[in-house]
């Protein structure tokens, strides 16, 4: 079965689907910054659950406006796949130092989880 943005139930136009990401990011960074990592917990758990799903996001076809995504998700979506596990895989690790309470290690798990979204905005992103 073909996945479509209307069985996703996605709407281009929903800002709060593609900023949450960012929103959580932000305050993740605050929270490792000052050493709260409970409050962090269920962020970094959106930014990771939210990588688990973003393929999907973006079946053939949906590259149409108002999407800011680069046709190179499309020419190389093994690599898009690829970024975001990569991503997934810094954000379940942000989460579990958070639920260990291990700053530092939530730290540097927070560095790799923002470098893992940086560089895929990088190249599967219109600028």
Known sequence: MAI???TLNIHWQCKHTWKRA???TSWCL???SIGDLE???PLATQIRDW???MPAYFPAGSDGKPSEASPQIWLDF?????AASANYQDAN???LAAEDGDTKAALNAFK???STCKSCHKSYKLD
């Open 30 to 32: 605050l929270g490792c």
């Open 112 to 114: 790799a989880t923002a």
């Open 93 to 95: 690790e942000l989460v």
């Open 22 to 24: 960012s929103y959580n």
């Open 4 to 6: 479509t943005i209307d």
């Open 78 to 82: 093994s690599g898009f796949e690829r």
């Open 51 to 53: 990588a688990e799903k």
């Open 39 to 41: 409050a962090i917990v």
